[in-house]
């Protein structure tokens, strides 16, 4: 192959991918011009979050113990080699707040939610039943992405909390009670170096950002995926793909802008 | 499953949601030890701040009084100029003096009042005069090999 015809090609990767990028830009626009439809008819959102929301504490409270745990053992380990064990508390809590807490809960719900979503309206899609409804003057986009969409968007931030709050406890469990640093100092190093808006407040707006991100990313795929099995078991794949390394990422901007300056 | 019991379970999701909100903020960052009552602003210069950040804990006989607003270098003394915001329930004499210590022996530093003797108290605005910089670790090292050197030459020349 000469090089005349590798330029070309890059030409139409990049062009193509830059025809993608808008065409969900357009489609999140869209999305978000029909929220407020959705609001009024409220009961679907609330549905939604029970789907997206509420199936996933078990798994949410179950991988958050475990981190706080293995926060709890390794933090103790190298704190240990400096003498400053105490500090154990605060290394676990802002390590969860601050990072572990919004990425791995959005890591999670592109597993767990997102996929569910995706291959929900991937099916629909197959079925032909978004071309029944736009058949019938129902816009699907505002009957069934918007109030998934919404639900992903609210269940996220109470999902990261419960992450966080579940993952202290385990730091607990291990430093406090197995190890046996004392309480005390546990929670003060803890309370004197987390502040409520740079670190409790910054995860939540984390964990927001990657709300939006899983779940838009999700029923876009979903919405896009080819009408037939491989094509919808495709767009499920990609959905785990794209969001989990678009929350890694993000996760870097945002920690970034947020965290890298000094107070 | 009935709307009203999917209705239920949201309710039950979002209530456990905003209890580990509210376990972050208030047990994990410790919200209400926050100086969230009213403050007056009182400065003061150093010739060396050290380490200290702004909201550090601002503290008279290790009871934390108040928080460091902002630090900035004076341009005419060429000083750190620290300004201070002390609850208003507190008072402290016009001779108080200001040092900046260090929790710990790598701990994070800190603002240290001293009260002085004087009937008259700071008022919001007033200039501590009296401070004490920070004890800079390289300083006191150099200080120390001074001093050694100057011990064992002292030896030599008996």
Redesign the interface.
């Known amino acids: 192959m000469s090089f005349a015809d590798l330029l070309p090609r890059l030409g139409r990767w990049a062009i193509g991918y830059l025809f993608r990028l808008g065409h969900a830009a357009f489609f999140l626009v869209e999305l978000l011009k029909n929220t407020p439809a959705s609001l009024r008819r409220f009961y679907l959102v609330v549905a939604q979050i029970h789907a997206i929301g509420n199936y996933s504490v078990v798994i949410i409270a179950a991988s958050g113990l475990a981190v706080g745990f293995v926060l709890g053992l390794q933090g103790y380990y190298t704190l240990s080699r400096y003498g400053a064990s105490e500090s154990l508390g605060l290394l676990v809590a802002l390590s969860l707040v601050r990072e572990l807490g919004p990425v791995v809960t959005a890591l999670l719900f592109a597993g767990r939610a997102g996929t569910s979503l995706t291959a929900e309206i991937g099916l629909m899609k197959a079925g032909e039943q978004l071309a029944a409804m736009e058949l019938m003057a129902i816009d699907p986009k505002q009957r069934v992405l918007a109030p998934r969409l919404l639900g992903g968007i609210i269940a996220m931030p109470l999902l990261a909390a419960m992450f966080s709050a579940v993952g202290i406890f385990g730091g607990y469990v291990v430093g406090v009670l197995m190890i046996g640093i004392d309480p005390g100092q546990f929670w003060s190093q803890m309370q004197s170096g987390v502040d409520v808006w740079d670190d409790v407040g910054n995860g939540i707006i984390k964990s927001f950002v990657f709300g939006v991100t899983c779940t838009f990313v999700a029923l876009l795929e979903g919405y896009e995926a080819n009408a037939t099995p491989e094509g919808v078991a495709q767009a499920t794949t990609r959905t785990v793909v794209i969001s989990s390394l678009a929350v890694l990422l993000l996760d870097f901007v945002l920690t970034a802008v947020m965290f890298s300056t000094p107070r | 499953m009935t ?1 009203r019991n ?2 239920t ?2 309710g ?3 209530l ?6 509210g ?3 208030l ?5 209400a ?2 100086t969230v009552g009213e403050t007056y602003v009182v400065t003061a210069r150093f010739d060396n701040i050290g380490g200290l ?3 550090a804990p601002v503290k008279s006989a290790g009871v934390t009084v108040g928080r460091v607003a902002s630090i900035s270098l004076d341009g005419k003394t060429f000083q750190g100029l620290v300004t201070m915001e002390l609850e208003k329930r507190y008072a402290f004499p016009k001779d108080t003096s200001a040092s900046i210590l260090t929790a710990g022996l ?1 701990g994070d530093q800190y603002v240290g009042l001293n009260p002085g003797g004087e009937d008259e108290n700071l008022a919001a605005g007033d200039t501590i005069k009296m401070t004490q910089s920070a004890v800079v670790l390289e300083n006191l090292i150099g200080q120390m090999l001074y001093n050694r050197a100057a011990e064992s030459g002292g030896e030599a020349k008996k």
């Open positions: 709307r999917i209705e379970l949201v039950l999701f979002v456990i949601g905003f209890v580990a909100i376990y972050l903020a047990k994990a960052a410790n919200l030890a926050m950040k702004p909201r790598l």
